[in-house]
């Protein structure tokens, strides 16, 4: 502490005064604790406040990110990502398979798989047995699509053996997707009342959506997959995942995911050799996703069906194979597998040797060596096929249908190949015709849908009769040719020549089949265009079998029943025409085809059968311009049916309405005229 003079000067009138005074300056620890010293103890807060004060700290950040799940919800953000949307079909409510279901799975890549056709009701109908097949594109029926699917030649099966049973069969199939989206979407469809769960799957299981090596993958470990597939339904994770790939678009500028065929966006530069830790990681990933599916359906108490997956042996060389010194390989030593016994390429050869040699059996397991060492992993091993086949129980409730055993037995030389799978791994037309044959005959010995004994009875029926009742038209065929052409034109059939782009100049039902790959038309309208071509062309039969096959796979469509009724009215297949027209009224009471009942019943001279149907259609056509035929029809069906009263007062009501109708007014005339 120290002081110091001060000189203030005073003025007053006629005298000047001079003060010395001095100051203490103190230093600033000095002047802080002279405060400390004066100045009064702050309160401390009640421990009740402190503990709010420090609970609204905390949850601070959660409450914001509520407000922003709500925020994100009320606006909207983001796609439906529920499995199902309802749809109401003459006056019934029906499921169908979401198409946004797919961004559950699919974020960094642009892709939009096609989804269910398939309706079903809700609730089930008592005594209806329900089927969910799942899986990949072989579930899907790529290339034909759904009406080339197992499920649809399955469906056709039961329907001919079992045809007073009612039968759904709900495909949820989608392309490029593995066994964490068959779990996924299985832990729901419990909720939908299954009878039994049919499986198809494991040829994505590197590559497909959220797959080990794939480039939509979300991580390593199988646990943090399971999570994010939980986290995705939350509008705040859609959010940063979108903001996340919106910014890997922009840094990483052009990738192999924006351009080439689905098989290159999803896997081009990702090869992994067998034994490998990321073969070892994947094959344990799968393995753990079918033993939870398997457990899923013991505690609900559902059979499941699983099936081996099938692939070309004979005539599909490896894509990529890789030497024991770990770099992929070119050329071709002396020596044969012995020179490299870790080349796929060498095993292929040699396995093509023996079988020119007619020892099949040692060549087919050189087939199969140079599969599993394919370093790119687009087709399931025999590892693979182990871990399906170790999951059957031995109460039949948990079933392997053996398709590689099956296919093996039909194949030309007992090895698979070009005969039964078009390039790598989709069937052709056969191959899925006998994987829904051994899915039904696995069916039978479990005594699924039908007792033993039944199916014994039953399942007689020959292959050529299935054969002829095909759900396919040229159509599906020349479509899957040219998506086959297209597919393996490109990578990784091709290593350097890119797809094929854009459709082909044609006309007629080709040109048809283009516009359909291409995407121009959906499915239906490419069957509906290709019927009335062959109308146009008087070709009946061509026709038919085209809108037999939206029937098919549409059956809740009743335009597709009535185009074709309306065909075999012009060509005067009236019986033919009338079924059409009554499976047509159970699905939804079209004014059209109660009209056209009513006419038919009218001409058969049966007045009351006809008075139904028309009362009916003049319900359902009132406002239309169909309304004064279908209530001129309906007076003159009271009138035949002896029902003088109500037909005059339908026709004075008709008339009023529609004076200008010389028809009602000329029955109306005769009707009144005194007898």
């Known amino acids: 502490m120290t002081t110091r003079p001060t000189f203030r000067c005073f003025l007053r009138p006629g005298h000047l005064y001079w003060v010395v005074t001095t100051n203490t300056v103190m230093s600033s620890r000095q002047q802080r604790r002279s405060g400390e010293k004066h100045r009064k103890p702050a309160a401390e807060l009640p421990k009740s406040r402190r503990r709010l004060f420090l609970a609204i700290t905390v949850s601070f950040p959660f409450l914001f990110l509520l407000l922003l799940e709500a925020a994100l919800r009320l606006f909207q953000y983001g796609p439906n990502l529920d499995l199902f949307t309802t749809e109401i079909v003459g006056g019934r409510t029906y499921h169908v398979m979401n198409p946004d279901v797919k961004a559950r799975y699919f974020s960094h890549v642009e892709f939009s798989p096609n989804t269910s056709p398939d309706y079903f009701s809700v609730p089930k109908e008592p005594g209806t047995f329900r089927i969910f097949c799942l899986g990949g594109s072989t579930t899907v029926g790529y290339p034909y699509g759904y009406a080339g699917s197992f499920s649809a030649y ?183 597998p012995a020179a490299d016994p870790a080349r796929a390429d060498l095993h292929f050869l040699f396995g093509r040797d023996l079988a020119a040699k007619n020892d099949l059996r040692a060549a087919e397991a050189e087939f199969i060596k140079a599969r599993d060492l394919d370093a790119l992993r687009f087709r399931a091993s025999s590892d693979q096929n182990a871990i399906i086949r170790s999951m059957a129980s031995t109460d039949d409730r948990i079933c392997v249908a053996d398709h590689e055993q099956a296919l093996r037995g039909a194949a030309r030389d007992s090895i698979i190949g070009g005969d039964l799978i078009l390039e790598h791994l989709h069937p052709n037309a056969r191959g899925y015709f006998l994987i829904a044959k051994e899915y039904a005959r696995t069916m039978r010995r479990a005594g699924f849908f039908a007792a033993p004994a039944d199916w014994a009875s039953r399942d007689t029926i020959s292959d050529e009769f299935f054969a002829l009742a095909s759900p396919l038209t040229a159509v599906d065929s020349r479509a899957a040719l040219r998506r086959t052409e297209i597919l393996t034109s490109g990578w990784p059939f091709v290593l350097h020549s890119p797809s094929p782009s854009g459709p082909r100049r044609a006309s007629g039902i080709d040109g048809i089949v283009e516009r359909l790959v291409a995407g121009e038309i959906t499915w239906e309208q490419a069957h509906v265009e290709a019927a009335r071509t062959y109308d146009a062309r008087g070709d009946v039969a061509g026709a038919a079998q085209e809108y037999r096959a939206i029937i098919g796979q549409l059956p809740l469509n009743v335009s597709a029943y009535i185009a074709l009724a309306q065909i075999f009215i012009r060509h005067d297949s009236l019986g033919a025409a009338g079924e059409l027209l009554k499976r047509s009224l159970s699905i939804e009471k079209t004014g059209y085809a109660c009209r056209v009942l009513g006419s038919m019943a009218l001409n058969q001279a049966s007045p009351a059968d006809a008075i139904g149907y028309l009362r009916d259609a003049v319900s359902a056509d009132s406002g239309t311009p169909d309304y004064p035929e279908s209530a001129y029809l309906l007076s003159l069906a009271y009138a035949r049916g002896g029902q003088q009263p109500l037909a005059i007062s339908q026709l004075q009501s008709l008339v009023q309405r529609y004076p200008e109708n010389a028809k009602a007014s000329a029955l109306l005339r005769a009707l009144q005229r005194p007898k």
């Open 154 to 336: 399955l469906r056709t099966r039961l329907h001919a053996l079992f045809p007073e049973r009612k039968l759904e069969i709900i495909n949820l199939g989608m392309t490029a997707t593995n066994s964490f989206t068959v779990n996924d979407i299985a832990r729901e469809i419990f909720d939908y009342e299954p009878d039994l769960l049919l499986v198809y799957d494991g040829h994505n299981e590197f590559y497909g959506a959220l797959g080990i090596a794939s480039h939509e993958s979300a991580a390593r470990s199988p646990w943090i997959t399971r999570l994010y597939l939980r986290c995705v339904h939350v509008r705040t994770f859609q959010l940063l995942r979108d903001a996340f790939s919106l910014v890997g678009r922009l840094t990483a500028g052009s990738s192999g995911t924006d351009h080439g065929t689905m098989m290159e966006r999803l896997a081009r530069g990702q090869y992994i050799s067998m034994g490998s830790d990321v073969y070892r990681d994947g094959l344990e990933a799968f393995r753990s996703n079918l033993t939870d599916l398997r457990t899923m359906c013991i505690e609900h108490h559902i059979p499941l069906l699983l099936g081996t997956q099938v692939s070309n042996l004979r005539d599909r060389p490896p894509f990529i194979s890789i030497g024991t010194d770990g770099k992929v390989s070119e050329g071709l030593p002396e020596g044969g």
